[in-house]
């Protein structure tokens, strides 16, 4: 009974249904007619108003030879010209045919469906400061910037990402499309002899300043479905970018990236890109980075993009890979009024030697070669909200299982500090000269003959729980990238004793990321594998720091400076001596003729003094702690310049922000006089008391130096 009626219910609007689709159908096509027969105009209509807008919006001025249908959704252009006002031709194109997909074209989304380019050039030029694609670059009123509305990120990218897929047509046929690029002595071009797109199948040769290099860009393109899978290689050779190089110092290769993109949705409140990354034998060389060739066998990442309203970040369920080695990234850049930065990193337990063998060689050369036994993980967390800098978060974790142990060491023995050995200094990459550090360098001192005074001052200004923390103080690396993070520049450190014995003991003195990476994993293995002994570090760091020009160890700077033993010296001589630890080449300023030191020394003295005092070092002492006692040995004083000239050394050092800096204990005076030399040596002579000077620049200091020596006679 229920079919019987379902089936006359069906019946009786199966007629009305059948109208109205017939309807619908006919008004399309009746719409559709319409269109084709009016095409042409409507096609002049859009040609006139994109013309109008280049010109009023970039001034750019548009010129096309002839432009016409060819087929039911193609246009054929010919002879395209783009020139922006009064600057060199950006672009000219001899034929260009495009083809739009109908059905989305109804609903107003313009999806490319077909793309034929021939003999086409696009010419980037860059004169100066000027050049004829900053259009690109054009900022709108600042009205309009100021009214408009606060963007959504996440909104933003998936319109972005999908016009861009759009634009990627089903079938391409690009021949002779050639790009250029000038700018004073920084030129190439790329020529794509053929780029095509069949059934999805990517195909193109491609051609850098002519026949230096032929690379290919295949793979597959399906944006439709938001995929894409390319890969980029060179016939032969690696893929290279000479103008890099010669524009930055940069040097780069490799044999083979490939991108795949494997979905991109909005869910929710935002946009989500899953894909990967690979590269194969990478290699990178700039100074800032390592000193030598920096090569990557093969890295990958799997990666999940997030982009919210306000933040951009990579999840955690991302995967780096190097070699043998995992670990997971998580980072996230929150953006508005006030910024929040967020990282963390985690190797989950795996095999210390599949770590060790990840590195890119060239990058930490004392690794070379190492063998290792047992597992490690690593687990590194870092917050900083820039409206309060100072709760900056820093946490930092590197364990080993309970068999890790180095079983060969590689290039560098980390054990050779525990017996005599050669320490050769550098200065502006060249070595000074060689010290022993032993017995049988009567310069050497043994830790037990070393003063108090200056071990506990040196400890209190450098490193105040050496004794007891395992090479790191993530407190102190927290507060100097708060601190850091406010001045914004490198105003304070972090290192620790051991991070400045290894710095100086195994690694070269250049300042570069992978030096600063290779010096974190050193100590880490010292000191986690007690490699020496706390006490051997402290005595080695004694004896092979720089105190001077040319001065190194505190044996040869009790000499130097007190002409006296190192076991002699003084509370205050080693509250002097920790104070010129950070720039040691600028010592000889912090004194007078006279042997005795300068008045702006004696905040510094009455600090760190007090430190001592409180950590039970020494006695409280109300007079400066040794300050006014403390007397440059006599030979020394004759090399002192005249006490109200600045040494050009100096003016250098003090660029160097160290943690103590001079400046904070100048006084108004010391300034004063300051500006004062930087106009004397300008012009050779002081400012003239009256109208006439009878006696020279040089024959006014002599006679003051005279004067001051007759007084301190």
Do not use: C
Not at 547 to 569: C, M, P, Q, T
Not at 621 to 639: C, K, M, N, P
């Amino acid at each position: 009974m229920r079919k019987k009626f379902t089936g006359v219910k069906f019946g009786k609007y199966k007629k009305p249904l059948i109208i109205t689709v017939i309807s619908i159908f006919a008004l399309l096509l009746i719409g559709i007619a319409i269109a084709f027969n009016k095409r042409q105009s409507l096609l002049d209509a859009a040609i006139s108003k994109a013309l109008k807008k280049a010109k009023t919006d970039y001034d750019l001025n548009v010129k096309i030879s002839s432009y016409g249908f060819s087929g039911l959704s193609k246009v054929h252009f010919q002879s395209v010209s783009i020139v922006p006002d009064q600057k060199d031709t950006l672009a000219k194109i001899k034929d260009l045919e495009i083809g739009v997909k109908l059905f989305p074209l109804i609903f107003g989304s313009v999806k490319i469906s077909e793309l034929a380019i021939h003999n086409a050039i696009i010419s980037l030029i860059k004169k100066d400061s000027i050049s004829n694609y900053d259009f690109l670059f054009k900022k709108k009123d600042k009205d309009t910037l100021d009214n408009k509305p606060k963007v959504d990120l996440s909104e933003l990218a998936n319109k972005l990402l999908n016009q861009a897929l759009d634009k990627i047509p089903d079938d391409m046929d690009i021949k002779n499309f050639l790009i250029t690029y000038h700018q004073d002595t920084t030129n190439f071009s790329l020529l794509a002899e053929s780029a095509t797109i069949v059934n999805g199948d990517v195909n193109s040769t491609i051609k850098y300043n002519k026949n230096q290099a032929v690379w290919h860009v295949a793979g597959t393109a399906n944006p439709s479905r938001q995929q894409l899978d390319l890969k980029l290689f060179a016939d032969n050779k690696k893929v290279e970018f000479p103008f890099l190089e010669r524009k930055y110092g940069l040097k780069l290769n490799f044999d083979t990236v490939r991108t795949e993109m494997r979905s991109a949705e909005k869910a929710g409140d935002k946009f989500e890109i899953e894909g990967s990354w690979s590269i194969t034998n990478l290699l990178i060389n700039q100074p800032k980075i390592a000193a030598n060739d920096v090569i990557v066998k093969h890295g990958s990442i799997d990666a999940k993009l997030l982009i919210g309203p306000n933040y951009i970040a990579l999840d955690s369920s991302s995967i780096v890979s190097l070699g043998k080695a995992q670990f997971s990234p998580y980072v996230k850049l929150t953006l508005g009024k006030n910024k929040i930065y967020e990282l963390k990193v985690n190797a989950y337990d795996q095999k210390a030697q599949d770590i060790f063998d990840a590195f890119p060689s060239g990058l930490f050369e004392s690794f070379e070669g190492i063998k290792l036994q047992g597992n490690l993980q690593y687990a590194l967390n870092f917050y900083l909200d820039s409206r309060q800098p100072d709760k900056v978060i820093f946490t930092s974790d590197l364990n080993g299982s309970d068999d890790f142990k180095i079983t060969r060491f590689g290039k560098t023995n980390f054990k050779k500090i525990n017996n005599p050995f050669v320490y050769t200094p550098y200065e502006k990459g060249k070595p000074v000269r060689n010290i022993t550090i032993g017995p049988s360098n009567p310069n050497f001192v043994p830790f037990d003959q070393i003063s108090s005074n200056i071990k506990n001052a040196l400890l209190t200004s450098e490193d105040p729980s050496f004794f007891s923390h395992h090479g790191f103080v993530e407190e102190s690396i927290r507060q100097s990238i708060a601190t850091n993070f406010k001045a914004k520049s490198f105003k304070r450190g972090g290192s620790t004793i051991s991070m400045q014995l290894v710095k100086n003991v195994y690694l070269n003195r250049q300042k570069t990321l992978s030096r600063k990476i290779e010096e974190i994993l050193i100590v880490w293995l010292i000191e986690n594998k007690r490699l020496t002994s706390k006490e051997r570090m402290y005595e080695v760091y004694l004896n092979v720091i720089e105190w001077g020009r040319n001065v190194y160890g505190i044996g040869e700077a009790s000499h130097y400076y007190f002409g006296k033993n190192a076991s002699d010296l003084t509370v205050g001589e080693s509250i002097y001596l920790a104070h010129i630890v950070p720039k040691p080449k600028s010592s000889l300023y912090s004194w007078q003729p006279n042997g005795s030191l300068k008045d702006y020394l004696t905040g510094y003295f009455k600090m760190i003094g007090g430190l001592m005092a409180r950590r039970g070092y020494i006695e409280r002492d109300s007079s400066a702690y040794g300050f006014y006692g403390v007397r440059l040995r006599e030979s020394l004083r004759r090399q002192i310049a005249p006490s109200d000239f600045v040494p050009d050394s100096l003016m250098n050092d003090e660029e160097d922000n160290g943690f103590f800096n001079l400046n904070l204990f100048k006084s108004k005076k010391d300034s004063v006089a300051k500006k004062e030399n930087f106009l004397k040596n300008i012009f050779g002579s002081e400012p003239a008391k009256n109208d006439t000077i009878t006696k020279s620049a040089k024959e006014l200091r002599l006679e003051r130096r005279k004067q001051r020596r007759e007084g301190d006679n």
